[in-house]
């Protein structure tokens, strides 16, 4: 009799405790600016989110394979948008390389969607791949206001955030990245609840909102249902009264801890 074969789950769900939750932001040019700031946070078990600015410039597998010898997770902010073969092609592509979490847009098509998981369920299937990373959609940047959604999409934020997220439930995504002040929305929504939720616009008291629209702080974000913060620059560059990045996570933290 043929033995069933153990199906292989994304990576981690949900974050146990308040320091998994922080997803740190490397908004950097190049990597070894990216590597003093894993060493500052070295004590801290975060895990690292790099995007389009560092990973074409220093090449995605050698910014992983890096993040990774120092024993730290990976988080790819691909955001891949293309038609369905090439996302299908793009997502297995990241997937060898085997980061923890990495995401698409959630506006493509929803035969991209499909392409998606297919892409990376293959490659862990074909590759004989040990992880299967977390595949996220992102919504609406949390940069965009509503007025630039209603320009862009003809409804504000959270109705095209609905709209999105819903997409990505239907059709097999792990879960969304989405403003703080969509969480609760997503969560008490049938067709979404059972997304992870991924949220950036992260701002403590402490710090300046810079480009980002639709803010909440870390412990409002966590209240209203975000898994997993990503926080960027508060961290990476906190005002001078806070102090060090690492002093900066530690007031983090202890926000999430006093909740
Ligand atoms: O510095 P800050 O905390 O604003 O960094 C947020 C990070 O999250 C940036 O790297 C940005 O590209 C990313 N992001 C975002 N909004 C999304 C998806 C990703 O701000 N919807």
Redesign the pocket.
Known sequence: MRRKKKAILPYMLKPKSPIERVMV?L?FDELEEAVSLIEALRAYPVTF?V?NQLGTYEGWLRVIQTIHSTGAKIFC?TKFKDIPATVERSCRAITRHQPEFFNIMADNSPAALIGAVKGRDQAVKNYGLKKKPVLLG?TV???ITDTESQELYGKVAKEKVLQFATMAAQNGLDGV?CSPQEAALLKENESTSSLLLVT???RPEWAVA?D?SRVLSPADAVRAGSDYL?????ITKPPESVGSPADALERILNELEEM
């Open positions: 932001a908004d989110k995007g902010d992102v940047l949390t940069s990245v950036p616009g992260i810079g980002q990503v926080i960027g620059r508060p």
